[in-house]
């Protein structure tokens, strides 16, 4: 070996020692091989990669069944199917609808409130139970599904329930007035006693939603507010521990 090949690997040496010694640059990552972890944490991430994915495999399957045609196994499985979309993953496809909803929808409750057997009831003022509703939602980054569709949903199944005269269509029709006005008592639960609720009123007022600048609409007239009947209210309309106060209170 020439004594210019000894310097050359001597230098090289010397390099790779002072490479092996020195830090990476501020702000570079150093690789890290699977290999160097310890078992434990192989086993730890394997597990990990293997639920994770299972899981990924489970929701595409059940959101394939959910949209899919009727078919053998979207039927055999159907309440399985439905408990898991709803109400998280529901899919809803209004917002690419072709009449995609145009109107802002209020729903106020009154109600008339015994505070002592015998005598005559009071009238309460109109409470926004939109208006209630939409106080937990904003600026909420985790909303509860009940304030953002319940009361919203329960006007819809009502509202096509009923024909114009306001009279119930079959069944559901009266299933969805009682929906509705159990719903309307519990946002009340907060604000009164509900024992001493004799009956309630809902009142809705529908508007327009603005039209946008490039089209030229005719205004809208006010919105007349529409009154629903007088819904009387029974034990059996109120949580567990307000019907038991309004029982124990009746001479």
Not at 34 to 48: D, I, M, N, Q
């Amino acid at each position: 070996m020439l004594p210019s090949d000894t310097a050359a690997g001597s230098a090289g040496a010397a390099d790779d020692g002072k490479r092996a010694d020195v830090a990476p640059p501020e702000g570079e990552l150093e690789s890290v091989s699977l290999g160097a972890l310890s078992l434990k944490a192989r086993a730890v991430l394997a597990v990990a990669i293997s639920v994770i994915g299972v899981y990924a495999c489970w929701h595409l399957a059940m959101i394939f069944l959910f949209v899919a045609p009727s078919n053998t196994v979207r039927e055999e499985h159907w309440d399985t199917v439905r408990a898991y979309i709803y109400p998280e993953f529901e899919q809803n496809w209004k917002l690419f609808a072709p009449n995609p909803m145009q109107r802002n929808t209020v729903v106020e409750v009154r109600a008339e409130v015994r505070t002592e057997w015998g005598q005559d009831p009071e009238t309460t003022d109109w409470v926004n139970l939109t208006a209630i509703d939409i106080d937990q939602i904003r600026y909420n980054p985790l909303p509860s599904h009940s304030h953002l569709n319940m009361l919203r949903r329960a006007w819809d199944f009502y509202d096509k329930s009923h024909n114009r005269d306001g009279e119930p269509v079959g069944m559901r029709g009266e299933l969805s007035a009682s929906y509705l006005h159990r719903i309307a008592l519990l946002r009340l639960d907060d604000r009164m006693d509900l024992g001493e609720v004799e009956r309630i009123q809902l009142r809705v007022i529908s508007t327009r939603l603005p039209a946008p600048s490039w089209r030229t609409e005719e205004p809208e007239d006010p919105p007349a507010p529409r009154e629903l009947d007088w819904w009387t209210v029974t034990s059996d309309d109120l949580p567990g521990d307000s019907a038991t106060a309004r029982n124990e209170a009746r001479p």
